[in-house]
């Protein structure tokens, strides 16, 4: 039904509650009137009995069948009525009768007739001077059938009367019924209105406004509930992605002023091959921060759409931890840090390679940066457990404290001790690392203390469903 579906929930909630009591009370009143009616031609026919007895007993008190002296008026429940009598001999003879019976005609027909001289009294319609009646016909010793009637206009008249009235009290009821479904429906839709009038008011310049929750304990009050607490947590979002756009564009701003300033100064006047040379190579190792930046936020934003596609495979750990340290063993040894490893060859893990790799020079990178800067030791263990494999990079330096731990998976996160040290990273490694070990089903356990050094584990599953 289009047309119903095209209505208000609160219109529908009426009519479906109206239909059910119009269904009910139409059945209740209808049970009424038949009772009533039924009761009323129990107590008719009694009474017609009754009457039958006492015509027959006073008509056939003489020498010669005749009429009750009182002919016309019948007592019925307490009602005046007026009566008809009629005597039939066995051949279907009229032989006396009320005198405001107009014609002479039987009452009722040769079968009826039949059947109450074989004893049975028996009640039929009959039809009295145009009017319908009922009527009672009983026979008397064998030589006669009486049949007593009485019109049914009276009887007829009190059932209309009391069909109307019922008519009456049923279509006040529906209304009122339908009024008052109306107006609850509304008061329990008021809390909804609300929402969805403050629903319209969330957007763009009204992030914060949240829904109306209503004081009641109720469905509504936990919708409304339920409802701001996922706004709340859409709006994190959003603002943390407002902040990382903002942080994005500072980060890759200061590389571009950088590098543009040193080729206007280069700019300036003629120079050497030499100094162009060395102008050529600043400018290049900014271009390859900057690649490096835009690789790593592509890489963030590959995670946030759930884009990041491992390529899993499965291959020794050692040969890819050796070739990391073998690669930033020249920065180690600028900064003077020992890098050792411990690691078993037959170790094999399951995991995208190229990552796993990034993973490992991050976790070395940071350990080498943030370790003493002469003297310091980092070191790599790795080796597994029943159900995970571990890789383990712990340095001697700066360490981290409880509040810094807890935010460093953070993008562009910084540690204020970090800020003098010029790692060329933005802070957005270990979000990355972070990233990437949650697509792996694994994780990243920090133990650390302050000024005493920090460990970095990084446990993947032995298994991996990719
Ligand atoms: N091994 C470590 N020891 C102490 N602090 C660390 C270590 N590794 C990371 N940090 C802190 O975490 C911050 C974020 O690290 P990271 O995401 O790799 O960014 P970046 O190296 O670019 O600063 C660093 O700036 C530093 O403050
Ligand atoms: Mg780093």
Known sequence: MPWFKSQSFRTRLTLQWLLVFGVLLALALTAVYFGMRQSLYHSLEDSLRTLAGTEVASSMDGPEVHLHPIDSIAIINSHHIEKFVQILTPDYTVINQSKQLQSRAPLVSRE???????????????????????????????????????????????????????????????????????????????????????????????????????????????????????????????????????????????????????????????????????????????????????????????????????????????????????????????????????????????????????????????????????GGEVKVTAGNGSSDVWIEIRDDGIGLDAEQQQRIFERFWRADSARGIRTGGAGLGLAICHEIARAHGGQINITSQPGQGTAFRLCLPAQIES
């Open 112 to 374: 009826v007739m039949q059947t109450a001289l074989a004893g049975r009294a028996v009640l039929s319609e009959v039809t009295l001077n145009g009017e319908k009646g009922l009527g009672l016909s009983v026979d008397a010793y064998k030589q006669y059938v009486f049949v007593v009637a009485v019109p049914l206009s009276d009887i007829e008249g009190t059932l209309a009367a009391l069909w109307r009235t019922l008519l009456i009290v049923g279509v006040i009821a529906l209304l009122a019924t339908g009024l008052v479904g109306y107006r609850l429906a509304t008061l329990a839709l008021r809390p909804v209105d609300l929402m969805t009038q403050r629903a319209q008011l969330i957007g763009r310049d009204h992030l914060k406004a949240r829904l109306a929750e209503p004081v009641t304990d109720d469905e509504l009050s936990r919708l409304a509930h339920v409802l701001n607490e996922m706004l709340d947590r859409l709006y994190q979002i959003i603002e943390s992605h407002q902040k990382f756009a903002a942080d994005a564009s500072h980060e890759l701003r200061s590389p571009l002023t950088s590098l543009r300033s040193r080729l206007e100064v280069a700019l300036r006047r003629t120079r050497s091959a030499e100094e162009y040379r060395q102008v050529i190579v600043d400018s290049l190792s900014e271009v390859e921060r900057l690649t490096r930046l835009a690789e790593d936020l592509l890489e963030l934003a590959r995670s946030d759409a759930q884009r990041l596609t491992l390529d899993l495979s499965e291959f020794e750990l050692q040969p890819l931890i050796a070739s990391e340290i073998a690669r930033l063993q020249p920065e180690a040894s600028q900064r003077q840090v020992k890098l050792t490893s411990e690691v078993s060859p037959t170790l094999n893990v399951i995991a995208d390679e190229a990552r796993l790799r990034r993973v490992v020079s991050n976790f070395l990178s940071n350990a080498i940066h943030y370790s003493k800067p002469e």
